[in-house]
T-cell receptor, first 113, second 117 residues
Framework: AQSVTQLDSHVSVSEGTPVLLRCNYS??????LFWYVQHPNKGLQLLLK??????LVKGINGFEAEFKKSETSFHLTKPSAHMSDAAEYFC???????????FGPGTRLSVLP | GAVVSQHPSWVICKSGTSVKIECRSL??????MFWYRQFPKQSLMLMAT?????????EQGVEKDKFLINHASLTLSTLTVTSAHPEDSSFYIC?????????????FGPGTRLTVL
């Protein structure tokens, strides 16, 4: 069975410091992996996706993630946090050509001034 | 490209009434559409999967007679919450998928906030 673990339910960083949001997955297939961001009372916005091309994926707003098969991880990073990054972040594993999307429980990112 | 819309974006209704939410793929044909539900401070939970022209497949624990799904065309799916009660208040999000092996993602709508009084 496919599953996604987001190790931290809440991460708090100071503005201007690096962000690390962790994601580990379990998949019997070669997965596609996604990170989405959700601001309060808003829908999902795609940050980036891994679909078996380059293992280091660059996304929008300065975010990037590295696919590490040996560690079954797809951690999300950003060098310098902005106040506007405060939101909920979801890691997703996709299989069966997008027919099945498995969401992680989410990590809430707080950015302190 | 790959834009999905939902209407309405929010709705308030009285207990016992029915509410219909529309999900449209604006610039592509969606072979499959999905309906998710999200409670406050929780992740998305898949409610059902629908393919155009066929009956929806509901996840375990989702009442198919309460949450009616119609996928009448390749660009439109509707979710009707029948006889709504306060516990049905939630954020409902649809997504759409393009068929074929070249695509492996779902495109999400902006969500509909349902409040049942």
């Amino acid at each position: 069975a496919q599953s996604v673990t987001q190790l931290d339910s809440h991460v708090s960083v100071s503005e201007g410091t690096p962000v690390l949001l962790r994601c580990n997955y379990s998949s019997s297939y070669s997965p596609s992996l996604f990170w989405y961001v959700q601001h309060p009372n808003k829908g999902l916005q795609l940050l980036l996706k891994y679909t078996s091309a380059a293992t280091l994926v660059k996304g929008i707003n300065g975010f990037e993630a590295e696919f590490k098969k040996s560690e079954t991880s797809f951690h999300l990073t950003k060098p310098s946090a902005h106040m506007s990054d405060a939101a909920e972040y979801f890691c997703v594993v996709s299989y069966n050509y997008g027919q099945n999307f498995v969401f992680g429980p989410g990590t809430r990112l707080s950015v302190l001034p | 490209g790959a834009v999905v819309s939902q209407h309405p974006s929010w709705v308030i209704c009285k207990s016992g009434t029915s509410v219909k939410i529309e999900c449209r793929s604006l610039d592509f044909q969606a072979t499959t559409m999905f309906w998710y539900r999200q409670f406050p401070k929780q992740s998305l939970m898949l409610m059902a999967t629908s393919n155009e022209g066929s009956k929806a497949t509901y996840e375990q624990g989702v009442e198919k007679d309460k949450f009616l799904i119609n996928h009448a065309s390749l660009t439109l799916s509707t979710l009707t919450v029948t006889s709504a009660h306060p516990e049905d208040s939630s954020f409902y999000i649809c997504s759409a998928r393009v068929g074929g092996s070249a695509y492996n993602e779902q495109f999400f709508g902006p969500g509909t906030r349902l409040t049942v009084l």
